[in-house]
């Protein structure tokens, strides 16, 4: 079945740092989409990309789709203590459109 | 709008007892999508229903666990004689159509003793 990976599984980064996860997917994928999800929390969805090579900009948050629509990547700038939580990226599968969700990358941000 | 609901958002059973997750989905929202996450994990995807029908139920066990979206009501995750292993977070998630993003609920956390 399809596989979505994400690296790095854990990132430390010192506040005000950039910090860059990449996500990568074992089939072509219609979309990708991002969620976040503090400790104790739950995911909240943040973009959805479509288009091949889409970059898509939300504040200090830079998303990205691969030419291929395989990969995709999500860049923080300057990063702060509210972005401490864990990113997902998540792609469709099967004929009916579920969500598969990748491995997660945990951010910790040292103030 | 009150987003997805979930309830409860605690629950403790013993080995052997039943678990019955509650999940109301976003006023609009007609797909439902259930997942399971362990401890320092990510999302299993388990079922995916719409009103009155399971579309795709390819994640969840094929003993002891049912899903169900009544034409009325919440969705209800149903776990029957639970074991120590069935203990984790379960989030509910919603979308009004099929490929776009999710809105998840909060969680029901189970505890099985």
């Known amino acids: 079945g399809q596989q979505v990976m994400q690296i790095p599984q854990y990132q430390h980064v010192q506040e005000g740092e950039d910090f860059t996860t990449y996500c990568n997917s074992s089939t072509t994928l219609s979309n990708i989409q991002w969620y976040k999800q503090r400790p104790g929390g739950h995911p909240v969805f943040l973009i959805q990309?479509?288009?091949?090579?889409e970059v898509k900009k939300q504040k200090r948050l830079t998303f990205q789709f691969g030419e291929a629509k395989k990969n995709s990547s999500l860049h923080i700038t300057a990063t702060q203590t509210t972005d401490v939580g864990t990113y997902f990226c998540?792609?469709?599968?099967?004929?009916?459109?579920?969500?598969?969700f990748g491995t997660g990358t945990k951010l910790q941000v040292i103030p | 709008n009150a987003g997805v609901m979930q309830n409860p958002r605690h629950l403790v059973r013993r080995r052997g007892q039943e678990a019955r997750l509650r999940c109301s989905p976003m006023?609009?929202?007609?797909?439902v999508y259930w997942y399971r996450q362990l401890p320092e994990e990510g999302l299993k995807f388990m079922v995916y229903l719409q009103k009155e029908n399971i579309i795709d139920e390819s994640g969840m066990p094929k003993e002891r666990f049912s899903a169900e979206f009544p034409k009325e009501g919440p969705s209800i995750l149903r776990i029957q004689q639970v074991v120590r292993g069935d203990s984790a977070a379960y989030f509910c998630?919603?979308?009004?159509?099929?490929?776009?993003?999710?809105?998840f609920g909060s969680g029901t956390r189970l505890t099985v003793v």
């Open positions: 998630a919603s979308s009004p159509r099929s490929g776009e993003g999710y809105t």
């Open positions: 990309l479509v288009k091949s090579g």
């Open positions: 998540a792609g469709p599968s099967g004929g009916y459109q579920k969500v598969t």
């Open positions: 006023k609009g929202h007609s797909h």
